[in-house]
Structures are given as C-alpha cells and as structure tokens.
C-alpha cells in the first residue's frame, strides 16, 4: 500500500492544476481497489453543498455540473459525521438519494471517506461497486490512509488552481496564507520575479578552455559590480549594519572553493554555464538538506547568485523589467538583490512562496517598511503577472484578483492607519497615561540600527528589548568585541538618557549562527538562550564587556538574560557580569554597573518568578515563548499554528502570577512581544498591572491611545469578566467588544 500511496502522491505532485489533481486521484484509487467507480466531491461552504469534482465509472460529462446539499444523500452523510461511510446495499439506507445524470443507480457497495484538512473538511472521497457487499477493514483503511495523505495536497492544488489561466480575471478574492514578515497592508500590482533557469542550462562541447575560465571571471566581476551598485542604491535607505546583508552576497562570490570547483569542470571540458549550474546546485543541495533554518534560507542567496552570474555568462540581450510605483514583488522566491532592484519609492509590498522571517529578503523588507509575507502556500506565482493584489503584512495573507468591495476596504484600513500615524505628532509629547492618572512606559523592540530612527519618531521612552542576535546572523562569524561595542554604542547614545534594554545572544531554536550550528532533534527544548552563553563564557563575557564599555559616561544600559529557567543560571550569569564589569572599570571606563533582569519565557519561570525577582532589579515576560511553552505549540508549524493564542486563559493566569511576584518586592515588570502591540491584549495588560509594554514601533500610537481612552478601573474590570472564561475566541470577542464600545475598534480592523 505504501508504494501505491507514494506514486499516486508523486504523480499529483506532478500535476498542472487542481482538474488534473482530481483525475488522477479517482483513476489511481479505482485501479488500485479494484472498483468499478470513484468519485471526489468538494465542498463549497459559502452555498453549503458539495461539487462533484472528478469521477470514473459515472455518466460522461457529469463531472462539475452536480451538487449536493451538505444534509442530501450519503455524501451529506459522510460530512455530517466526519467519519467512513460502508454500506453494502447502498439504496436502501435512508439518507440514499439517487442522481439520475450521474447513472450510479447500478451501484450497490458503498464507502464515503471525508477530506479534511486541519479539522476542516475539504470534501469526500467515495468508491462504489455494483456487487453488494462491506468493504474489509484493510480497505477502508486504504482510503482513509489514501484521504489523509491527500488532503493537504488537494487543498494546496485547489488554492493554486482557482486560479486558472482562463479565469484570473473573472475569480474574485482568492485569499492565500503565509508567514508575515513584515507589518503594514499593501495595494498595488503585481511585478513576477522571473529568474534565469539554471536547470535549463545544457551542456556543450568547448574548444578553448582559456576562453571559457576568462568568460567566468568576466561574469564574476560583473556580477559583483551588480551586487555594489544594487548596495549603493540603498545607501540612503539602510543603514551600515543593513547593508552588511550584500557583504554577504559578496563573500559568496569570493569563496575560492566555489570558483575553483567550476574551473575544474571547465578544465575537464565542460561549458562554463553548465559547470556554473553544476557546482551552484550541488552547493543548494548541500544548504537545502541542512536543518539549521537559517543555513537553509542561504540556499536562496546561492540560487540568486548563480542566476546573476548565468545572466552575465550568456550573450542574449534581456528586455528591462518595469517597474509601475505601486510594485508588489512576487516570486517563488524572492531575493534580497531582486528588492534592491526596484526603484527607490516604487515598491509597495513583497510576496514569495519560500522563506521566512530569517530570510535576507525579510530582514530588508522590515527594515525599509515594506509589507511582506513569505512561505505563501499555493502561490501561482507566474499567473499574476500585472495583476493587482492585496498584502496583509499583519495577518500573513495575500488577497489576489480582489474585489472591488474588498479594495474599497482595504484602502479604507490602511486610510485609518494614515490617520493613525497623522496625529502621531500630536501623540509623540504626550505620555502613555488612563484617564484616571495611570502611567504605563511604551518601549520599543529592536534588533538593527535601522529600528532607531522609527522608534524616536513613534516617541518611544526607549528600547525595551533589544536583539542583539541580529548582528550575530547576519555575519560569516562571532563579532569581536570591537564590533559589538560599535553597535551598543550607537544604539544607547541614540536613546541616551532613555533606558535601553540589551538582551544577551539568544540563539537556538528557529534563531541559528550558520558559523555555529546546533544539530538538535528538537531545538526549542534544547541548548538555546542564557544555555548556550553560559557554555560558552568566552563569547559570553565578550559580549558583556563590549555592552558595558558602550554605556560608558550615558547610564542608560539594562542587560536581560534570555531563556532563564532556574536560579541557578540567574547566579551564574550575575557572576559573569560582574567579572565583566571589574575587568572594564580596571581598564579606566566609567561604566555603572547596570540593571540587570530576566526573560520570562518557561513555565518554570512563571512559578519561581518570586524567588527570580529577589536577585534581579526587573522581569520581562517574553510573550511569543511564553505563549508557546505553555501551550506546547510551535507557532512556526501550520499543522498546530491555529491553537497558538496569547489570550488563552492559562496565559493570562501565569501572566497575573508574574506581576503579582514583581509587585511583592516592588519591582517593575514589562512585557515584550507581540501581546504588547495587540490592541486587544493592551486592555489585559493594562488591568493586570504590567508597568512596561515592548513593542514593534508602528504599534505605539495605537497602543498609547488605547491607555489614554481606557481607565485603569474599566481594565480590571475587563480582566475579572475574563477570568471566568474558559475559550480564548470568548475572550478576543468580548475584548473587542469593549474597544468598539469605547469607539476603538478600528484599531482592530486596521490589522493586528
């Protein structure tokens, strides 16, 4: 069964559209069990029935043209229970209903299979036989193995077919799902990032190996002249720090192994675009077959080079690709350089079917303000060409042929963010504080230079976290103490003397050094976080005296220890620390011991906060892991992203548990993540006391005037009605009931 499973899998896999998808589905199950007819039917929730998608054994013609009610006939039945169907005298069961135009009524055996697709279902897999009698246990468990195995891959080929070549004008308002990268809602048209084949790339004959070795290095310096002038083109737009991104598009093209290796094959009288291809896919292959996410995203950055290095090997003149000023990029796989591209001021969003938030691309998109969303499923990339479409850079969706209505409101919400960010000089000088005199701090979160600039202009009191990872991944090593000096310092002089938090390296999980990989079976379990430093306290105590040499003379420096999951790390890494400061003050720096805190992110954690706050001077709850640990959900995973929710009640119980603790020894607690920007979750915050929020800097205005419109005394209020629930969408909804209800809501709808 199993090699029957894997070849009907690889031949849909195969597939054009969602039409062949089906055919070969009903084909391949009737042969294999020896049926005389199979069908699928889909489900259409909006007119609550089900399509008769694709048959062998029924009426020529029938196909697409019957529907069947959710509650009619055995197909409703199968629905209705969510469970197999096997009847043997399939006409006298009650629920039969006979469809003439399909010519079943010879068929007695009957057994129905529902589809579904993450607890939905997505349609109903049916085989009949004329000769009464039950299918066998091993059968039904075919097609149930058969239905399971399908699902997602009927779902991925139905998203991706809706969108035929003929019907893209006239299909309204498919919604794709992906990751969002980068916040903000995005209108414009679709530009396809059309990259050059490598696998096209057909070898040939050489005469004059000297010749093809010269055609090479010609290409390579093209190449990096590319690189520099798309670098130079952002110069203005990113600063230092960003641009290091290129850097290391460019130490790819100086590695002598790579260069080497293609001169070999020359030598060996291959053509130099095939032997570029060659040792360019190798090198993707070795990437792609790594599990360290971050090593595996560089497999992209690989890809992209070897298409520019091709470009500039081969004769043909390319036509220039237009760009309108509304650009939206699109692509299976959208590159840094491919962004860097388009015209300073014309690009407006960024969609691509592969990458994440570690991706080069993600990494610029946030930094210049670009909506983006990566890793969208069933992108037909290549059919919307000049279309126009919408990206929802808070939701992680991408609304392609949208309505006229769906454009009117959408325009409408990023017209209600205009107007949010229009009174944000108004709101700039004017503190965080309720209508009853609370006063709450607005922080920002950072993790490139980039973020400084924003964050002062959205008024932040000062950074509340700051990753210092970033600069970690995007390098080639561990940065010496020198560099991290020069990045602290510049960042604590920029907010000097508003406080700035600087989290310790916290790598580990979906957070990797591609020079430091840790090969783990589960990451997120595993050395990580305060874990890894702590092994490691020559890089540890590197970082702690270039952070406490940039405070030197500005005392606004806070240092806080990630992934604390017991005392005993606290002491440690206390001991590190003042290691690190005896050692610099002997250097003659006037560096103030600072505040020290710990990350709230483990249950354990939340139970010995108490104990944790007697040794640091604050705690910060890490909302993103916190929420993730507590509900053993890995957010990042599609198949369990749907339970992962910060407003389930046990989150807000441990949240309650740590302000309580902070509040016994009179200390302050903030909280970072994305809780903190979510306006709903503002009003929870609020009544539970928390002194801090940490956020995303576009999220501070909306956050400040949720506090000044809402009493503290109305927040409690909120957070003793919330207790007593029991359901997380019970909670969200009576939430936003009170945000409309104060005249807010449409710090909702304006995306989350």
Known sequence: MLSVLRQIVQ??????????????????????????????????????????????????????????????????????????????????????????????????????????????????????????????????????????QLAGIVVHAQTAGLISDESTDNYVGTTLHGVAVSAGVAIGTAVVVLATDLDAVPDREIEDVEKEIQALEQALRLTRA?????????????????????????????????????????QEGHWAPWALRKIIKRQVHKFESMEDLYLRERASDLLDLGRRVLGNLQTENHPVQAYPKNTILVGDEVSASALAEVPQGHLRGVVSAKGSANAHVAILARAMGIPAVMGVTGLPAHKLESKQIIVDGYNGEVFTSPSTGMIADFCRLAEEEKELYAGLDELRELPAQTPDGIRVSLYVNAGLVADIRPALQAGAEGVGLYRTEVPFMIRDRFPGEEEQYLIYRQLLESFAPKSVTIRTLDVGGDKSLPYFPVQEDNPYLGW?????????????????????????????????????????????????????????????YDARFPETGVMIEVPSAVYQAAEMIKRVDFLSVGSNDLTQYLLAVDRNNAHVANIYDSLHPAVIYALKMVVEAARGQNKRVSICGEMAGEPVCVLILLGLGFDMLSMNAHCIPRVKWIIRNFTLESAEMLVAEVMQMHHARDIRQHLEKALDGAGLGALVRAGR
């Open 11 to 148: 031949e849909v896999n195969e597939a054009q559209n969602l039409s062949e998808v089906l055919s070969i589905i009903v084909q391949r199950v009737s042969a294999t069990m020896g049926v005389e007819a199979c069908s699928v039917y889909l489900a259409d929730r909006q007119q609550e029935r089900y399509l008769l998608a694709a048959s062998v054994g029924f009426l020529e013609g029938v196909d697409g043209k019957v529907h069947i009610h959710f509650s009619e006939g055995l197909v409703g039945l199968v629905g209705e229970r969510e469970e197999p169907i096997n009847l043997s005298d399939a006409p006298n069961h009650p629920r039969y209903r006979y469809f003439p135009e399909t010519g079943e009524e010879r068929y007695q055996a009957f057994l129905g299979v529902p589809i579904i697709h993450q607890r939905k279902l997505v349609g109903i897999l049916v085989v009949q036989q004329r000769q009464p009698r039950r299918f066998d246990e091993g059968e039904v468990a075919f097609l149930v193995t058969i239905s399971a």
């Open 226 to 266: 590319d690189i520099e002038r798309l670098k130079l083109r952002l110069d203005k737009t990113l600063l230092p720090e960003e641009q290091n991104l290129f850097d290391a598009y460019l130490s790819i093209l100086d590695s002598p192994s790579i260069k080497q290796d293609i001169i070999t094959l020359i």
């Open 528 to 588: 990580r976080g305060i874990r890894i430093t702590l092994d490691h306290p020559e890089i540890f105590l590197v970082q702690l005296r270039a952070m406490l040499r940039a405070s030197a003379g500005l005392k606004n420096l806070r240092v806080l220890f990630p992934m604390i999951s017991s005392i005993s790390e606290i002491e440690e890494a206390l001991r590190l620390l003042r290691q690190a400061h005896r050692e610099v003050m002997d250097e003659g």
